[in-house]
């Protein structure tokens, strides 16, 4: 059977635009794809439960309120350390290198929580206290101060047992340092009548 040249140049563009046409079909699905993939990443990041919650400041850690403390003595390197809200005695004698090989180890509470401002001395073994020294929590002037005292200090306050005493304390890492001593309401046991007898023995 013999087919005519005239025939077979007029299939010929047919199958070019069909295989264009094809072309174009398979850049079109694969851009839907690419589309498809691209949403179902996006809903990963930004949908599930969780996820972007951190504030994450300039340095990489977690933004937190910060305080200041002055720790001498008996470390590596005294000074003034900046440091997160909620850090303890042992976090800043980190900061500042660890105790020196004659530090009174003894003499530090490592586990207390800081407030901001404080100034920390660890003693050199056999040195004697400062003769103004108060003990731990007891202000300068006799009174307790709620934001360091632990419970022994606590525990000489009037009507203050063990129990109301590891409540402030409780109260204190809860909620942070106390503002006023009038946050003693806030404290479980401690009512108006209590607050007055202990306005004037307590400080902040």
């Known amino acids: ?10 299939r010929a563009p047919a199958r070019r635009r069909l295989g264009v046409g ?27 439960p969780g996820a972007g ?21 008996a470390v590596a390197r005294p000074g003034l350390y900046r440091l997160e809200d909620g850090a303890r005695v042992v976090d800043v004698i980190a900061a500042a290198g660890g105790m020196t090989p004659d530090a009174d180890a003894t003499a530090v509470n490592l586990a207390r929580r800081l407030t901001d401002g404080e100034q920390l001395q660890v003693p ?47 109260w204190r890492e809860a909620n942070g340092r106390f503002t006023s001593v009038d946050d003693l309401l806030s404290v479980p046991g401690i009512g108006d009548k209590m607050l007055a007898g202990l306005r004037d023995l307590v400080t902040v």
Do not use: C, K
């Open 124 to 170: 050199v073994l056999g040195a004697a206290p400062p003769a103004d020294a108060a003990a731990p929590g007891i202000a300068t002037d006799g009174r307790v101060n709620l934001n360091t005292a632990d419970v022994a200090a606590l525990d000489t306050l009037p009507r203050v047992g063990p129990a109301i005493a590891q409540r402030i304390i409780d």
């Open 22 to 48: 094809a072309a174009i079909v398979v850049v079109v699905v694969a851009l839907a794809v690419s589309v498809g993939i691209g949403v179902v990443r996006s809903w990963g990041a930004t949908d599930v």
């Open 53 to 73: 919650e951190a504030i994450v400041g300039a340095t990489g850690s977690v933004d937190m309120p910060s305080l200041y403390v002055h720790v001498f003595g």
């Open 1 to 10: 059977m013999r087919v005519s040249g005239a025939t077979l140049e007029g």
